[in-house]
């Protein structure tokens, strides 16, 4: 049997951090629809299921800095002496 990646690895044993979100994204609705397949063992599917929530907090992770990139542009925009959009 061929040894899963761990939850935090890329498949080829890179960091997770190094993912960007749409990487991320797309393995885990590859993992996810592995797990729906149902065909996998059980420590497969363990293995699958820790995978996909580190997938999923990456993602969230990715998701709250973009917010707050936007929220600091919104804010940035809003400051005296900043130019309004035409």
């Given at each position: 049997?061929?040894?899963?990646?761990?939850?935090?690895?890329?498949?080829?044993?890179?960091?997770?951090?190094?993912?960007?979100?749409?990487?991320?994204?797309?393995?885990?609705?590859?993992?996810?629809?592995?797990?729906?397949?149902?065909?996998?063992?059980l420590?497969?599917?363990?293995?699958?299921?820790?995978?996909?929530e580190?997938?999923?907090r990456?993602?969230?992770?990715w998701?709250?800095?973009?917010k707050?990139?936007?929220?600091?542009a919104?804010?940035?925009?809003?400051?005296?002496?900043?130019i309004?959009?035409?």
């Amino acid at each position: 049997m061929d040894a899963m990646p761990t939850s935090e690895t890329t498949p080829a044993g890179d960091p997770l951090s190094t993912l960007t979100y749409e990487e991320a994204r797309d393995e885990l609705i590859r993992v996810v629809q592995e797990l729906e397949q149902g065909s996998a063992t059980l420590e497969e599917s363990i293995a699958l299921w820790e995978r996909g929530e580190a997938l999923a907090r990456h993602c969230e992770e990715w998701l709250i800095g973009a917010k707050a990139r936007l929220d600091a542009a919104r804010a940035g925009a809003g400051a005296p002496g900043a130019i309004d959009g035409e």
